[in-house]
Antibody, heavy 122, light 110 residues
Framework: EVQLVESGGVVVQPGGSLRLSCAAS????????MHWVRQTPGKGLEWVSL????????YYIDSVKGRFTISRDNSKNSLYLQMNSLRIEDTALYYC???????????????WGQGTLVTVSS | QSALTQPASVSGSPGQSITISCSGT?????????VSWYQQHPGKAPKLMIY???KRPSGVSDRFSGSKSGNTASLTISGLQAEDEADYHC??????????FGTGTKVTVL
């Protein structure tokens, strides 16, 4: 059974830093591109970042470029999101999601974690 | 990249069919047949319902179907059931490896 379990969400002050983690199990982790997607309370979803199977390619939404860094450790079946210079508008539930289909050429999310809540507040 | 536009809410009676629209631009929905749809019940993670415009993952009811015309994608739920009451989100590939989600639609079963 595919499982994605996020952790690391806390309350942090504006300008602060945080690292989110996602522990994956039930599939061959290093076969898949992985994503972070966030959801503002009561609002829609927003794609944040992706990392290719080997970490060689990373992409970000413009609003987090230069502040967030996605990474992975395939030996630990884990995905990370380092979040620096946090802003109030980064407050959201952050989901880890698996790209649908191993390899490249697919553009949907087939499994999601339950999310970890990041609150940026003074 | 602006969010795709969805109606805030759609409602229908049990057994009826409803359609949720997802309007984008020629840079996202209009350029790629790569729209996916997600169902989200309160307090739960999103669940994939449709991918690549009209394909259903294994285990998803055939009451759910997807289509596209121009810059607008649509999700149709036929034979509406109480368990279909949830939020629905569309998502499109937007080029340069980026994805863009819709604003989300709350479906109410009357």
């Amino acid at each position: 059974e595919v499982q994605l379990v996020e952790s690391g969400g806390v309350v942090v002050q504006p300008g602060g830093s945080l690292r989110l983690s996602c522990a994956a199990s039930g599939f061959t982790f290093d076969d898949y591109t992985m994503h972070w997607v966030r959801q503002t309370p009561g609002k829609g979803l927003e794609w944040v970042s992706l990392i290719s199977w080997n970490g060689g390619n990373t992409y970000y939404i413009d609003s987090v470029k230069g502040r967030f860094t996605i990474s992975r450790d395939n030996s630990k079946n884990s995905l990370y999101l380092q979040m620096n210079s946090l802003r109030i508008e980064d407050t959201a539930l952050y989901y880890c999601a698996r790209n649908g289909g191993a390899g490249s050429g697919t553009y949907h999310f087939d499994y999601w974690g339950q999310g970890t809540l990041v609150t940026v507040s003074s | 990249q602006s969010a795709l536009t969805q109606p805030a809410s759609v409602s229908g009676s049990p057994g009826q069919s409803i359609t949720i629209s997802c309007s984008g631009t020629s840079s996202d929905v209009g350029s790629y047949n790569l729209v996916s749809w997600y169902q989200q019940h309160p307090g739960k993670a999103p669940k994939l319902m449709i991918y690549e415009g009209s394909k259903r993952p294994s285990g998803v009811s055939d009451r759910f179907s997807g289509s596209k015309s121009g810059n607008t994608a649509s999700l149709t739920i036929s034979g509406l059931q109480a368990e279909d009451e949830a939020d629905y989100h569309c998502c499109s590939y937007a080029g340069s490896s980026k994805r863009v989600f819709g604003t989300g639609t709350k479906v109410t079963v009357l």
